[in-house]
């Protein structure tokens, strides 16, 4: 099946900086994404989503980008802190409250450097 | 509220046996399920549950089931376990009609 992907595994920021996070996905009918952030020994936690009807979504210093045309996602994390480090996964589904499982990309390593 | 708790966390078993995980939602959540992650193939869905009703499956052998009682707790099987089956094992919850899953810690099962 179709599959969501992510572009780095590994992302490198200074403490302080902006930090983008790129997904692209493949299939088409999806209408629902979401980032998650996993931090060690824990499960993924819900960081923002967004729906197909919208190109932009704003939370608490995280910004999730949405580009219907080229298939791609991106979380930006403002003033990135010590405490984001963690692997930030993005994932879709066919949304509507569905029985559709997520489909996960492989996620991307965010570190930051002091 | 509670979140999603699952046991046990950490688990050994040897390969041929069988494992049973249990997972219990948030309070409210009737809809639970669960995932894969290793990390050759990341995260996969396995199955969903609602109202004690398998509604959706991954695309797992049938050694991997799983069950939902009337108080939406859910219970995941893997029957014959081989060695590829250590993995994190998620446990996800929602509210029927919402796509926003809430996870759990995982239960990180070894086969050796």
């Known amino acids: 099946g179709e599959s969501v992907g992510l572009h780095l595994p590994t992302l490198s920021v200074q403490e302080g900086d902006n930090s983008i996070i790129n997904c692209a996905y493949s299939?088409?009918?999806?209408?629902?994404f979401i980032w998650y952030k996993q931090e060690s020994g824990k499960g993924p936690q819900f960081i923002i989503d967004?729906?197909?009807?919208?190109d932009k979504r704003q939370g608490q210093r995280v910004t999730v980008l949405l580009n219907k045309t080229v298939k791609h996602l991106s979380l930006q994390i403002a003033a990135t802190q010590p405490g984001d480090s963690a692997v930030y996964f993005c994932?879709?589904?066919?949304?509507?409250?569905?029985?559709?499982?997520?489909?996960f990309g492989k996620g991307t390593h965010l570190i930051i450097q002091p | 509220k509670a979140g999603v708790t699952q046991t046990p966390r950490y688990l050994i078993k040897t390969r041929g046996q069988q494992v049973t995980l249990s997972c219990s939602p948030i309070s409210g959540h009737r809809s639970v399920s669960w995932y894969q992650q290793t990390p050759g193939q990341g995260l996969q869905f396995l199955f969903e549950?609602?109202?004690?009703?398998?509604?959706n499956k991954g695309n797992f052998p049938g050694r991997f089931s799983g069950r939902q009682f009337s108080n939406s707790r859910s219970e995941m099987n893997v029957s014959t376990l081989e060695l590829g089956d250590s993995a994190l094992y998620l446990c996800?919850?929602?509210?029927?009609?919402?796509?926003?899953?809430?996870f759990g810690p995982g239960t990180r099962l070894t086969v050796t």
């Open positions: 967004i729906r197909s009807n919208m």
């Open positions: 996800a919850s929602r509210v029927k009609g919402s796509d926003e899953q809430y």
């Open positions: 299939n088409s009918a999806s209408d629902y």
């Open positions: 994932a879709e589904n066919m949304g509507g409250g569905g029985a559709d499982g997520l489909t």
């Open positions: 549950y609602f109202s004690e009703t398998q509604r």
